[in-house]
């Protein structure tokens, strides 16, 4: 599986899109990125993912570069309750997933 | 659908007690899975199942035995409670095999204390 890079933490107002990048430099062609979340201690919950072109569901946007080295997670207009800790996980399949330490989004008001 | 169901979601043992976590989900699922996530960690697969009586071990298998008798059920037992098996275990489930493609499915947690 491909290694991912985040940041540790982001902060975004409440309203206002929340963008976070996630580093995947040696994915290869068959390797999807998936995004999911984890709301304080609750289980993971899916968001979204992709092999190569944009995608888009009621949550949030999963823009991945041409190069699919890079991609970026955006919530569109962040609440309170979007506040989470945001995994990217590149794997060819979405079995026997690796989850990092991930994200924490901080949104405040 | 209930989804996935975790029981119990809070246990205290002692060290050497061995004790059943249960997991169950009505989604038809064929592809289950246990995850541990210690504090400040992420997830770390124990077992996983493609099917009724197909398992396999994970990145931290030790000191953990599954079984899978049915499309629905997925218990974690431990065999003899220790410290280092203090966390919170995550059961998922998703369509599909190995190689599925499908988000999984998460349940509550179940927050283990071994003392």
């Known amino acids: 599986d491909a290694k991912t890079t985040q940041p540790p933490s982001m902060d975004c107002a409440e309203g206002r899109a929340a963008n976070l990048p996630c580093n995947h430099s040696?994915?290869?062609?068959?390797?999807?990125v998936y995004w999911y979340r984890q709301i304080h201690s609750q289980g993971p919950q899916y968001i979204i993912h992709?092999?190569?072109n944009n995608e888009t569901n009621e949550m949030a946007s999963l823009i991945i570069t041409e190069d699919r080295k890079s991609s970026t997670l955006i919530l569109p207009h962040a609440t309170l309750r979007d506040t989470a800790v945001y995994y990217c996980?590149?794997?060819?399949?979405?079995?026997?997933?690796?989850f990092g330490t991930g994200t924490r989004l901080q949104v405040t008001l | 659908n209930a989804g996935v169901t975790q029981t119990p979601k809070f246990q205290v043992l002692k060290t050497g007690q061995s004790m059943t976590l249960q997991c169950a989900q009505d989604?038809?699922?064929?592809?289950m899975s246990w995850y541990r996530q210690d504090p400040g960690m992420g997830l770390r697969l124990i077992h996983y199942s493609v099917g009724a009586g197909i398992t396999d071990q994970g990145e931290v298998p030790n000191g953990y035995n599954v079984s899978r008798s049915t499309t629905e059920d997925f218990p974690l037992r431990l065999l003899s409670a220790a410290p280092s098996q203090t966390s919170v275990y995550f059961c998922?489930?998703?369509?599909?095999?190995?190689?599925?493609?499908?988000?999984?499915?998460f349940g509550p947690g179940t927050r283990l204390t071994v003392t």
């Open positions: 040696t994915i290869s062609g068959n390797e999807y």
């Open positions: 992709g092999l190569k």
């Open positions: 996980i590149v794997r060819r399949a979405a079995s026997k997933l690796t």
């Open positions: 989604m038809n699922h064929e592809y």
């Open positions: 998922a489930s998703s369509y599909g095999g190995p190689t599925t493609i499908y988000e999984q499915y």
